[in-house]
């Protein structure tokens, strides 16, 4: 699949509309993404921000720009000092804990790791600095070893959110503190209190207040002019107002192209977090689903659009990522044998490139541009596994069911070559969006297959023993019995299926009330 003819359009937060990406130098991409405070597990909103500016990262790659990718970790923070003095750790300690909890979360999620990912702790000298510059531009001010922004001094302020002044009140990380000159000034450095972790400062020891870290460093990798900088939606107000106003007080150029924003997770229609206690973490849930099920899930909406968790949801999620697992495992077992042999990259023995069906080149073509079409239209990935999708896993089946007949080999060359394409293709899509695992076919299978006997409270030997069961109802023609025991595993979410005289069992959509099973009535 080679990159889009189609222009890329992403909605930009600051102007309010979709526009055209055109990088500041050709091929090149710079993307600052915020990232979290690492004081606890990481829950789906979390995921979510990551998967989304994942699935961005691997389509610029694919549309041929070389990204360099920055996300950071905000590793010193009241809310870290805070639980780090509950459990009575080291704050540094805790929160690189945490840090490592989230990179595991999101290489289960796929998430590719990206070219920097700075710690507040690691890049104090910079962060200094920049305060620095802005005090000596008289956009900020020392009182007493604290250091605030003057925002009155900025103009601008407000252009990203459209929020006013007053609107940046306690409570969302502003303190309320009789000697800011405005109520609205934040903090760029925080004075030392006794048991806080502190660091040297030309204003006394202490810490940098939230807000600065990401300005200084987005600077310090990307400078301060880059093309990206994502968040949550949450983050518009006041974080990255107050980045915007730093980072221009610091340098007049300071320009960022494009703000890019991911809507919410909610749970029932109420925002998914920390604070509301209404969160479920990602290791809680991939310890019940597999992580691409979890994955597919974040990227069924538009990244933009909140998204609200329920289990079904989830549970769609993990048959449809299975089915396509199915589908490519079925496509491999019937392909190996040919390509073992004469057929290895469209050619026959004799070097005569072998062509595909027009069936064929159809679908790839539709899947294709369906594809770009939903991407380059600020990255739209719901539904975009619908459609020509659907229909290329389709085509992909009933092939394999015609190849199964017998027929002359050049038609049997076509046909083979064809799901060869059409395979090639789908992996590619799946790839990009961040589906396609490093793990067999069948070593993903087996894994659903685990998580949904764990869902259902069964191990594979209840399956098996029920299988018998209903063999034997089947073989006496006692079909109410071999019914009811398809009918009570299917509420488990397990599916039997009948292939000839052996029966097997996949995952399955959980179906209606339990009923008993027969011994138990």
């Given at each position: 699949?080679a990159g889009?003819?189609?222009?890329?359009m992403v909605y930009?937060?600051?102007?309010r509309?979709?526009?055209s990406?055109k990088?500041k130098v050709?091929?090149k991409?710079?993307?600052y993404?915020?990232?979290?405070?690492a004081y606890?597990?990481?829950?789906?909103?979390?995921?979510r921000?990551?998967?989304?500016?994942?699935?961005l990262y691997?389509?610029?790659?694919h549309?041929g720009?070389?990204?360099t990718y920055?996300?950071?970790f905000t590793?010193?923070?009241?809310?870290?000092i805070?639980r780090?003095?509950?459990?009575?750790?080291d704050?540094l300690s805790l929160?690189?804990?945490f840090c490592?909890e989230?990179?595991?979360?999101?290489g289960d999620l796929?998430?590719l790791?990206?070219t920097h990912?700075?710690r507040?702790?690691d890049h104090m000298?910079?962060i200094?600095?920049l305060i620095t510059?802005i005090i000596n531009?008289?956009?900020?001010?020392?009182?007493d070893g604290d250091v605030?922004?003057a925002?009155?001094?900025f103009?601008?302020?407000g252009?990203?959110s459209?929020?006013?002044l007053?609107?940046?009140?306690?409570?969302e990380r502003v303190?309320?503190d009789?000697?800011?000159?405005?109520?609205?000034d934040?903090?760029?450095w925080?004075?030392?209190?006794?048991?806080?972790p502190?660091?040297?400062?030309?204003?006394?020891p202490g810490?940098?207040?939230w807000?600065?870290e990401?300005?200084?460093?987005?600077?310090h990798?990307?400078?301060?002019n880059f093309?990206i900088?994502?968040?949550?939606i949450?983050?518009i107000f006041?974080?990255?107002?107050?980045?915007?106003a730093?980072?221009c007080?610091?340098c007049?150029?300071?320009s960022?192209?494009?703000w890019?924003?991911n809507?919410?997770v909610?749970n029932?229609n109420e925002?998914?977090?920390k604070s509301?206690g209404n969160?479920?973490?990602?290791?809680e849930i991939t310890?019940?689903y597999h992580?691409?099920?979890?994955?597919?899930?974040?990227?069924?909406?538009?990244y933009?659009?909140p998204l609200?968790y329920?289990?079904?949801?989830?549970e769609?999620s993990?048959d449809?990522?299975?089915?396509?697992?199915q589908t490519l495992q079925?496509?491999e077992?019937?392909l190996?044998?040919?390509?073992?042999?004469?057929?290895k990259?469209?050619t026959?023995k004799?070097?005569?490139?072998?062509?595909i069906?027009?069936a064929?080149?159809?679908?790839?073509?539709?899947l294709?541009?369906?594809?770009?079409t939903k991407?380059?239209?600020?990255?739209n990935?719901?539904?975009?596994l619908?459609?020509a999708f659907?229909?290329?896993l389709k085509?992909?089946?009933?092939s394999?069911?015609?190849?199964?007949k017998k027929?002359?080999?050049q038609q049997?060359?076509?046909?083979?070559?064809?799901?060869?394409?059409?395979?090639k293709?789908?992996?590619?899509?799946?790839?990009i969006l961040?589906?396609?695992?490093s793990?067999?076919?069948?070593?993903?299978?087996?894994q659903?297959k685990?998580?949904?006997?764990k869902?259902?409270?069964?191990?594979?030997?209840?399956v098996?023993d029920?299988i018998?069961?209903?063999t034997?109802?089947?073989k006496?023609?006692?079909?109410?019995k071999s019914?009811?025991?398809?009918a009570?595993?299917?509420?488990k979410g397990?599916a039997?299926m009948?292939?000839?005289?052996?029966t097997?069992?996949r995952?399955?959509v959980p179906?209606g009330?339990?009923p008993?099973?027969?011994n138990?009535?």
């Open positions: 699949m889009s003819k189609e222009e890329f930009n937060s600051m102007t509309q979709k526009e990406f990088p050709p091929g991409v710079g993307m993404v915020c990232g979290v405070t606890a597990l990481s829950h789906l909103g979390h995921g921000a990551a998967v989304n500016f994942d699935v691997r389509y610029l790659q549309l720009y070389e990204v920055v996300r950071n590793d010193v923070d009241d809310k870290i805070n780090a003095n509950e459990v009575g750790e704050p929160s690189n804990r490592q989230y990179l595991k979360d999101m796929q998430c790791l990206p990912q700075p507040v702790s000298e910079h200094k600095d510059q531009k008289d956009y900020a001010y020392a009182v605030f922004f925002v009155e001094k103009p601008n302020y252009q990203l459209g929020q006013r007053e609107h940046n009140r306690a409570g303190a309320v009789s000697r800011k000159r405005n109520p609205a934040f903090a760029l925080k004075s030392a209190k006794p048991g806080e502190s660091w040297d400062s030309p204003w006394g810490r940098p207040g807000h600065i990401c300005s200084a460093m987005s600077a990798y990307l400078t301060f093309d900088h994502g968040g949550g949450d983050l006041p974080h990255h107002e107050n980045e915007i730093q980072s007080a610091a007049q150029e300071s960022v192209s494009y890019m924003h809507g919410h909610t029932n925002k998914m977090s509301l969160f479920f973490t990602i290791s310890e019940r992580p691409l099920a979890l994955r597919h899930f974040l990227i069924s909406a538009h933009r659009s609200n329920t289990v079904s949801q989830l769609g993990s449809a990522v299975y089915y396509i697992y079925d496509c077992d019937a190996s044998p040919f390509q073992e042999g004469s057929l990259e469209g026959e004799n070097g005569r490139t072998v062509k069906t027009p064929a080149q159809e679908c790839i073509s539709k294709h541009n369906e594809f770009e991407m380059c239209d600020d990255l990935t719901a539904h975009i619908t459609g659907q229909d290329a085509l992909i089946n009933s394999l069911n015609l190849l199964k027929q002359q080999r049997q060359l076509l046909m083979i070559q064809s799901l060869v394409e059409i395979k293709e789908v992996q590619e899509l799946l790839n961040g589906l396609l695992s793990d067999t076919y069948s070593e993903v299978l087996q659903f685990m998580k949904a006997l869902r259902a409270g069964l191990v594979e030997d209840d098996l029920q018998k069961e209903r034997l109802a089947r006496n023609k006692d079909f109410a019914d009811q025991i398809r009570y595993l299917t509420t397990i039997l009948d292939l000839g005289k052996e097997i069992w995952p399955c179906a009330e339990q008993s099973l027969p138990e009535q």
